[in-house]
């Protein structure tokens, strides 16, 4: 399974791209990494800081084990080599944001090796555009503080809240080599994240978000000089900076120039990265391992619980909604969040006909929430209230379209679906005196298209179908109208 190939055309031919993400994802714990700390997003500026936090003398980290643990069970999410032996580094730089003048990270000895994710361009034939991106690595680090520039005119202010705070570095390897690939690497690792529940995956509030490495070459040739563009904070700019900065670095070499090892920014006003500072290699920031912190040693009971914690993750939940029957495209949609699968888990437990259930969530219910700007938490409808609608469907007293009118009156007002086929008389009749009087009615107000009909044009049989229909309001059953129809225009 390959994804198809990506090329830049250039004024020299064509080149390939090269890309590598560096997620930062927020652990989901109530503390930091290394202090009782809380973690509330958007908390009042430095209303969130231990003294290990600011970085006070004598101050010691210890190690949250719950974030070691979300950090682990990720690792398993997608088959990587879990380390039992693994150790804290200090990364040293100086940053007003950084109190202690250095980060605790992972370099030479992370707590989580090699692993993939398995990611697809094509969401109605998922397996035939699928392709296997490898992961290098997931470490754990503590995150530095944010500096604030708009309170004051001639000042900046540090806000510590965000210090110390658990990050997962998920590093991809250079298996990426489009837009379309990095995006759906992205959200594939959102959806694990948000599955395991090991972070939240809100890329708007800064929880999770990417370093994309971009390098250019001609096929065939080595790989080339990359550029890192930091702290991208959507699916969509990750993608329009793999685009943007693949055809400046083609213009620039086409030119005569070279690429610089370096770290940009992205400016999603102009769509257009720009650079920062030259970028630094692993010896500029003097790693050494943290004296403060003993190694980290797993034992089997603590992987074996952690494994234990896991959930049925997108790939298993896609290939069992599939093995009910539901088409790859429809599951690929139902397990693409890990709310969508849960409700869409929740009706199959009713009693609901995949098939029918699948087909009827991705689009009369989805197309209603995104019509009405609700997430599926918000839904006015339960997974049971759902059923009972479908139900009534698959038992004849609902047509399609009298399913279409009940389903809008159970969104406006939060009545179940029998009471409101009860209080408006939307039941589906198969009364076959009844229609057929109705059908006379229609052909006689139409002999010339009766006389057409029978002159050879058949495609007009759906406009008798639709005329009988809105005469008796939708309430006919559909099959009985097509075959009475078929006999009286025959």
């Not at 064509?14 to 109530?30: F, K, R």
């Not at 009766?450 to 179908?465: H, I, N, P, Q, S």
Request: glycine content about 8%.
């Amino acid at each position: 399974m390959v994804v198809s190939e990506y090329l830049i055309r250039g004024n020299t031919g064509d080149w390939e791209v090269v890309v590598g993400l560096e997620v930062h994802a927020q652990v989901t714990s109530n503390a930091k990494l290394f202090s009782g700390a809380a973690t509330t997003f958007g908390a009042e500026p430095n209303t969130q800081v231990s003294l290990v936090d600011a970085a006070m003398p004598g101050m010691l980290p210890v190690p949250n084990r719950e974030c070691i643990r979300q950090a682990v069970r990720t690792g398993m999410a997608i088959d990587a080599q879990i380390n039992k032996w693994s150790r804290f580094d200090r990364k040293n730089y100086f940053y007003a944001d950084l109190p202690q003048g250095y980060q605790i990270s992972q370099l030479y000895h992370p707590l989580v090796g090699e692993g993939s994710i398995d990611i697809s361009l094509d969401e109605k034939n998922p397996d035939a555009s699928g392709k296997r991106i490898g992961v290098e690595r997931i470490h754990v680090e503590q995150d530095a503080g944010k500096l604030m520039h708009d309170q004051h005119p001639t000042r900046s202010y540090v806000d510590l809240n965000r210090s110390g705070v658990a990050l997962m570095e998920i590093v991809s390897k250079p298996d990426l080599a489009s837009p379309a690939e990095a995006g759906a690497y992205l959200r594939k690792l959102r959806a694990i994240l948000r599955y395991v529940g090991s972070c939240d995956g809100n890329m708007e509030e800064g929880s999770m978000r990417a370093d994309v490495n971009v390098s250019v070459r001609k096929p065939g040739d080595p790989l080339g000089t990359r550029t890192e563009t930091k702290n991208v904070n959507s699916v969509r700019f990750v993608m329009a900076v793999v685009e943007q900065e693949a055809k400046r670095q083609i213009e620039v070499i086409e030119d005569g120039g070279r690429i610089v090892q370096e770290t940009r920014l992205y400016d999603p006003d102009r769509n257009e990265t720009r650079s920062m500072r030259s970028k630094e290699d692993a010896h500029d920031y003097r790693y050494f391992p943290d004296p403060d912190l003993l190694p980290l040693e797993l034992d089997d009971a603590f992987l074996d619980e952690c494994r234990a914690s896991l959930p049925e993750l997108p790939d298993a939940k896609r290939a069992r909604y599939e093995a009910l029957g539901v088409t790859p495209y429809h599951a690929a949609v139902l397990t693409a969040e890990v709310e969508h699968a849960r409700w869409f888990d929740s009706l199959l437990a009713t009693g609901a006909k995949p098939v029918a259930a699948a087909n009827w969530v991705t689009s009369e219910f989805f197309g209603a929430l995104n019509r009405l700007g609700k997430d599926i938490g918000s839904s006015p409808i339960t997974p049971d209230g759902a059923a009972e609608l479908l139900a009534l469907v698959a038992d004849g007293t609902l047509s399609g379209s009298l399913a279409k009118q009940v389903f809008e009156i159970m969104l406006e007002t939060g009545q179940g679906a029998a009471a409101v086929v009860e209080e408006r008389g939307l039941k589906q009749t198969s009364d076959t005196g009844e229609i057929e009087k109705v059908i006379a009615e229609v052909m006689a107000a139409n002999e010339d298209k009766v006389a057409d009909y029978r002159g050879g044009k058949d495609k007009l049989f759906g406009f008798f179908v639709g005329q009988t229909m809105k005469a008796m309001g939708g309430k006919a059953n559909p099959g009985v109208v097509n075959d009475l129809l078929k006999t009286a225009l025959g």
